[in-house]
């Protein structure tokens, strides 16, 4: 009597179809990972200088505030970021991203520092804004002031 269902050799064969296939699909998934966390820091920053000039032309009377001022902590009362964008008042950290944020002479200037977090490879690049409303980006540890903006080569 014969019996119904598969070999060894079957069965080892589709295994190492479906290794390969996992072998080719990762990597590619991690790229795209990486360029979509890359992708939403630099959105973060552009929601900070939206929010800042905003805060400055109403409730700051000209001058910019942290991150509690424009209600980016649990704490907060104003809606110039979404509630929970920020865990403190000069730090955040959201996909994949720490961001360290600075303000300074009398709160007429601001920076924000937007680095990959340890998860993410080296080659994730960091991000820098400031009061110029520029976002700066570098691959070769935190972007500054003197960094290249986005959208050149």
Do not use: H
Request: glycine residues 10%; aromatic residues 8%.
């Amino acid at each position: 009597m014969r019996q119904k269902g598969f070999s060894l050799v079957e069965l080892l064969i589709v295994v190492a179809i479906i290794a390969i296939i996992v072998a080719i699909a990762v990597p590619n998934l991690l790229t795209s990972r990486q360029a979509a966390q890359s992708a939403a820091a630099s959105g973060d920053l552009r929601t900070i200088n939206s929010a800042e000039i905003a805060y400055a032309a109403g409730a700051g009377n000209g001058s910019f505030g942290d991150f509690a001022a424009l209600g980016g902590t649990a704490a907060a009362t104003n809606n110039y970021l979404p509630k929970g964008f920020a865990n403190a008042a000069t730090t955040y950290s959201r996909s994949g991203y720490t961001g360290a944020f600075a303000i300074a002479n009398n709160n007429s200037t601001y920076t924000v520092v937007c680095a990959p977090s340890s998860g993410i490879t080296n080659s994730a690049l960091s991000y820098f804004t400031d009061e110029s409303g520029t976002i700066r980006w570098s691959n070769s540890g935190n972007a500054t002031v003197n960094s290249t903006p986005i959208g050149v080569q």
